[in-house]
């Protein structure tokens, strides 16, 4: 079991910044892949960010490419993700993920998930 803590969520104007924290519990976080994804009311869960078990590796959906920033500290058990001008259409709930495998975009890689941090952006 890897149990997940995300935080940082909340409110905020377009253009605004907020960083999302996830925490894991254990001696395994490490040796996982993380990944955040969003799921906005009546859509699908989707891929916005992955990062490999050392952060040497990033992976982005398109549409964040140069706004968000995932990052991690192992020394921490924390993955993180910088969100930067912020947009309307980014109102949603985010979920960090921990998995084994490399594909990241795949909600499918992911065997535990944490229990969701609520984003919104204003116009």
């Known amino acids: 079991q890897v149990p997940l803590v995300e935080s940082g969520g909340g409110l905020v104007q377009a253009g605004g910044s907020l960083r999302l924290s996830c925490e894991a519990s254990?001696?395994?976080?490490?040796?996982?892949?993380m990944g955040w994804f969003r799921q906005a009311p009546a859509k699908e869960r989707e891929f916005i960010a992955g990062?490999?078990?050392?952060?040497?590796?990033?992976y982005y959906k398109d549409s964040v490419k140069g706004r968000f920033i995932i990052s991690r500290d192992n020394a921490k058990n924390t993955v993180y993700l910088q969100m930067n001008s912020l947009k309307p259409e980014d109102t949603a709930v985010y979920y960090c993920g921990a998995g084994l495998s490399s594909t990241y975009w795949s909600p499918n890689t992911y065997a535990y998930w944490g229990q969701g941090a609520q984003v919104t952006v204003s116009s």
């Open positions: 254990g001696r395994t976080f490490s040796t996982y892949s």
């Open positions: 990062i490999n078990w050392s952060g040497r590796s990033t």
